[in-house]
Nanobody
Framework: VQLQASGGGLVQPGGSLRLSCTPFGLNRAMGWFRQALGKERDFVAS????????SYSDSVKGRFTISRDDVKGTVYLQMNTLKPEDTAVYYC?????????????????????WGQGTQVTVSS
């Protein structure tokens, strides 16, 4: 299984970007993580396979929105009011299979499949 993340780029502080992750074709919870240069990879957001439950890190809550379109087989991360500290490589991931349709894990170890990452740079 391969996940393809796209949509990264250079944006000014206060700007917006939308990341996409395709194709996932998996009936699983999905998540976004990010890794800044020289730092560990951190959780950003997750969405259950039903789409009914989402989780966010405190640093992005209120600015980022995760969503999924199961017809297109795509998960999105809408990022608004971007800050320089949001600069990182962003990864999408598919969680391990779970019987709960509201499962939306935040731990990296709960994810089985990973995309290659897309660079987001927030700078003036």
């Amino acid at each position: 299984v391969q996940l393809q993340a796209s949509g990264g780029g250079l944006v000014q502080p206060g700007g917006s970007l939308r990341l996409s992750c395709t194709p996932f074709g998996l009936n699983r919870a999905m998540g976004w993580f990010r890794q800044a240069l020289g730092k560990e990879r951190d959780f950003v957001a997750s969405i259950s396979r039903s789409g009914g439950r989402t989780s966010y890190s405190d640093s992005v809550k209120g600015r980022f929105t995760i969503s999924r379109d199961d017809v297109k087989g795509t998960v999105y991360l809408q990022m608004n009011t971007l800050k320089p500290e949001d600069t990182a490589v962003y990864y999408c991931a598919a969680a391990s299979a779970n019987p709960s349709s509201n499962y939306a894990p935040v731990q990296e170890t709960s994810y089985t499949y990973w995309g290659q990452g897309t660079q987001v740079t927030v700078s003036s």
